[in-house]
């Protein structure tokens, strides 16, 4: 393959540079540009409607930008592959509304997330290799799911949910974790108990969060980008944007 | 525990017995039981389960596209005419002289239409292997380049649907075509013997029927050991969040093409043992109004069980021989009515009715407590 040997053209894991987007006219993305680092944790916040799920959209190859380059690891133009070529590269992405397999069991949705052949001659004669069971064993603790393993995903409650989907990204072993408001309808103790398990991720993993509680991203303590409009309004500790004066306005102005 | 044939369940380990017994008993209750026994079994009923069974191969591959992998396929009909066509040509050039107008090479109704020379299609078709290979072959590539082009473009949903519908309608029309080249509005038909035995003889009949109930075992197994592979589960997986599939870097339209060509060609080997047992292939056999109803066969046994597409198969089609037998007009409306009355009240078919009742035999297990909902208990 001729794309490993390609020379970098950057650092940054992610490298988003002048990507518009728009949809019959409105404008979603304008001009958005933004780096992620190898191994860094990022949270993306914005009011609705700033792009931050389009965003998402971009990178995983679900939308196609207008304009702009994306690329990841430096040398992946991600404008030019599909999601299934992406998810390969090792992007993985949780959705805002927690999507797992409700019919499959708990071990049988990691089982099919966790990084094995993807081609349909692998999992037709291949069943499960040993090495993907321990990848399912190892989730299912990290995920405190271990009691739920056989039980069907459908009957899980809303927070389980949400870890198994965050599960599923970690079986896929990616190189960047897409997160999105991975604690939206979760309770107090839920909150505190997921923000404890991406810092965990996180130490092994670049991953980037896109959450509107702010109590949770200060949880987090990484740096903090503000989308508003479709394109980066501040960036900084999550202290310095509250300080930025159009960061108030944006979201306390109207 | 790795090998498919061991991970059968007792529905499927039943259906086997069934299946696989009634193909060992049904020569022996047709051929060698005095007539006058009340066991025998007289023809006019082997060749009807004979057809009942090729209907439920139809109904299994069916549900192996709609029940496991989402895709509501309205032209099935069309992959089991296809190979019902394949066989019928073959059965025409066995009757070779023997025709009305005894022309060694050419079928009646190419002598008929003035033709001098065999259509390059029909080249082949005196040899068995040949027909075979074709019943699944063309059935099989038709289902491939339909679903090259439909799952690469991510038509799904009723869109779909629709393009099936056409697909099998498109053919209906192409096939009255007397200048298609299949014999047009009449189709196929008078045929005389298949490998050498007459196709009208008890004993061929018997062993048609054996043939077809085994052939639906087999495609059981088949099916079976599709659906319960880490594919299958795949493959479920995208009938229920296709787009959460192609974020964990699944090819959906390769998953999606595999079965429906499976199943494509397992309809194809259904309408190549149907033809004989009928002895006729005309254009109707590609009515969308047939395909609908094979969609009903799956519906009524429960979609996303095999067994109990089969089933559906099985029930719907006797409670038409019998209906139309005993107040022909109403038969539509009966069908309708079955219809509507699974939908609402029987959401899993027949074969959810089989689970309901294991289920009140047996004690629910108690519901684990979630770690949420101790938390939320505890607030």
């Known amino acids: ?254 | 525990m790795k090998t498919p044939l061991l991970r059968l369940d007792r529905l499927g380990v039943a259906f086997l017995i069934v299946t696989i017994g009634a193909a060992a008993l049904a020569p022996v209750l047709a051929l060698v039981v005095p007539r006058d026994s009340a066991f025998a079994m007289p023809p006019y009923v082997v060749a009807l389960l004979g057809k009942y069974m090729c209907y439920a191969i139809l109904a299994l591959a069916l549900d192996l596209v709609w029940g496991y992998c989402g895709i509501l396929s309205l032209g099935h009909g069309a992959f089991f005419a296809l190979g019902g066509y394949a066989m019928g040509m073959y059965l025409m050039r066995q009757i070779g002289a023997r025709g009305v107008y005894a022309n060694p090479v050419l079928p009646d109704f190419m002598v008929f239409l003035n033709w001098k020379e065999l259509p390059v299609a029909w080249w082949g078709f005196h040899s068995f292997a040949y027909a075979s290979l074709m019943v699944m072959l063309v059935p099989g590539v038709l289902a491939f380049a339909f679903g090259w082009f439909a799952f690469r473009s991510r038509v799904t949903g009723v869109y779909l649907s629709i393009i099936t519908q056409a697909l099998t309608y498109a053919l209906k029309l192409a096939f009255f075509r007397n200048d298609f080249g299949f014999g047009g509005n009449n189709g196929l038909t008078d045929f005389k013997d298949i490998v050498g035995f007459n196709v009208q003889s008890d004993a061929t009949r018997a062993a048609l029927f054996s043939l077809s109930a085994l052939a639906l075992a087999l495609s059981y197994l088949i099916g079976r050991a599709i659906v319960v592979s880490k594919y299958g589960k795949a493959v479920i997986a995208i009938r229920d969040a296709e787009s959460r599939v192609r974020f964990l870097g699944y090819r959906v339209e390769n998953y999606k093409l595999f079965v429906f060509v499976v199943s494509a060609v397992m309809a194809g080997v259904a309408g190549a043992l149907y033809v004989p047992q009928v002895g006729i292939i005309n254009p109707s056999e590609f009515d969308p109004a047939n395909s609908i109803e094979a969609v009903i066969w799956v519906a009524v046994g429960g979609r996303g069980t095999l067994v109990g597409a089969a089933l559906g198969a099985v029930a719907v089609n006797f409670a038409k021989t019998y209906f139309t037998g005993a107040f022909p007009e109403y038969w539509l409306y009966a069908l309708g009515g079955l219809f509507v009355l699974v939908t609402l009240f029987l959401p899993k078919g027949l074969v959810g009715l089989l689970g309901l009742r294991r289920r009140a035999a047996k004690p629910a297990p108690p519901a684990a407590a979630s770690l949420a909902q101790q938390e939320e208990g505890a607030r």
């Open chain 1, 1 to 254: 393959m001729s794309e490993a040997n390609k020379p970098e053209l950057t650092g940054s894991l992610l490298y988003l540079d002048g990507v518009s987007v728009s949809f019959d006219g409105y404008k979603a993305l304008r001009g958005l540009s933004l780096a992620l680092e190898p191994g860094e944790m990022r949270a993306i916040i914005g009011p609705n409607g700033a792009g931050k799920t389009t965003m998402m959209d971009v990178i995983t190859g679900k939308t196609r930008p207008d304009e702009g380059d994306v690329y990841f690891e430096g040398r992946h133009d991600l404008t030019r592959l599909d999601e299934a070529e992406i998810a390969e590269l090792g992007v993985g992405r949780k959705f805002q509304k927690p999507t797992v397999f409700e019919n499959h069991t708990v071990a049988d949705n990691l089982l099919l997330a966790a990084k094995a052949p993807r081609s349909v001659f692998a999992t037709l004669f291949g069943g499960a290799a040993a090495r993907e069971s321990d990848t399912v064993d190892r989730i299912l603790t990290i995920t405190r799911l271990g009691d739920q393993r056989q039980r069907l995903a459908g009957g899980l409650s809303h927070g389980q949910k949400q870890w198994l989907e965050i599960g599923m990204l970690l079986a896929q072993d990616p190189k960047l974790l897409l997160v999105d408001e991975p604690v939206a309808g979760m309770t107090d103790a839920e909150t505190a108990a997921t923000a404890e398990l991406l810092r965990e991720i996180a130490r092994s993993h670049s991953v980037v969060v896109v959450e509107h509680d702010m109590a949770f991203v200060r949880d987090l303590g990484v740096k903090v980008t503000v989308l508003h409009e479709g394109s980066v309004l501040a960036e900084g500790s999550l202290d310095q944007v509250s300080a930025d004066e159009r960061v108030i306005e944006v979201y306390l102005g109207r």
